[in-house]
């Protein structure tokens, strides 16, 4: 039996619903695009607020519900952080480690989550939280839906920096085929309206080394929590 990750990304797997391009954005579902090198440009401004980002908020690796303590190591910025421990997943004011409101979101993180927001026709978009992951080799997140968020209104928009990982793009049942879209440095992906509770993960990263971010993937994903 095949697994239902093992689909390569095919353009005609969504071919009888939508065309498979959208000026440079490639879709990837219904109300879902890649948007190829899109946070390139904003890069050389976005990294060193990153960086005070992380001084104020490390990352550190949470615990499931379940107990098991996921391979990727996570923080937060913006109003709402995202946590999970042995009580459940939810979203925070406070980030839990120190007892102090989550750093504030960089005013340009907002601009370009909304700039692909925008481009992916998700206009008026007001992200309040910003999840941060880090992947070092090896690290995955298996298939989750993201559904902490209040309101489904609003969609995801996630940026890749680093090490190049493949992202599964799957269905609205946790065994539905998936799609594989490899991901790069400075890649975003938006998903939202019909496609907003789909399936996704990332499987396990490839060692490498990344001429500007090391041997690490760190992902950004937007949302609008409360
Ligand atoms: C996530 O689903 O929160 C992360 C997705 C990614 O790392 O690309
Ligand atoms: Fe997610």
């Known amino acids: 039996m095949m697994r239902s990750d093992d689909t390569p990304i095919t353009p005609d797997l969504f071919a009888d619903q939508a ?16 948007l190829r090198g899109f ?32 391979s990727v190591a996570l923080t937060s910025c913006g109003a709402l952080g995202w946590t999970t421990d042995r009580s459940g997943y939810r979203y925070t004011r406070e ?6 409101p989550w750093p504030a979101m960089p005013t340009l993180f907002r601009e370009l989550a909304q700039a ?10 007001e992200p309040d939280a910003c ?14 839906q993201d559904k902490d968020e209040r309101d489904f209104s609003a969609p995801i928009v996630s940026m890749s920096l680093g090490l190049p990982a493949v ?3 799957g269905g609205f ?7 594989r879209v490899p991901l790069f440095h400075g890649d975003i992906v938006v998903w939202g309206g ?7 993960g990332v499987l396990p990263l490839k060692p490498g080394q990344h001429p500007r971010l090391g041997a690490q993937r760190i992902n950004l994903t937007f949302r609008t929590a409360g």
Do not use: C
């Open 19 to 34: 065309p498979t391009t959208l000026g440079q954005a490639e879709r990837i579902g219904q109300q879902s695009f890649v």
């Open 39 to 70: 946070a390139l440009p904003w890069l050389d401004r976005l990294l060193p607020e990153l960086e005070a980002v992380l001084q104020a908020a490390p990352f550190r690796q949470m615990v499931t519900p379940g107990g098991f303590t996921m």
């Open 95 to 100: 980030d839990p480690q120190t007892g102090r």
């Open 116 to 125: 692909a927001a925008a481009t992916a026709q998700f206009e008026h978009f």
């Open 131 to 144: 999840l941060i992951n880090r992947y070092v080799p090896g690290a995955r997140m298996s298939l989750h």
């Open 167 to 169: 992202f599964q793009f």
């Open 173 to 179: 049942e946790r065994s539905d085929k998936s799609l």
């Open 194 to 200: 019909v496609d907003r509770l789909r399936y996704h």
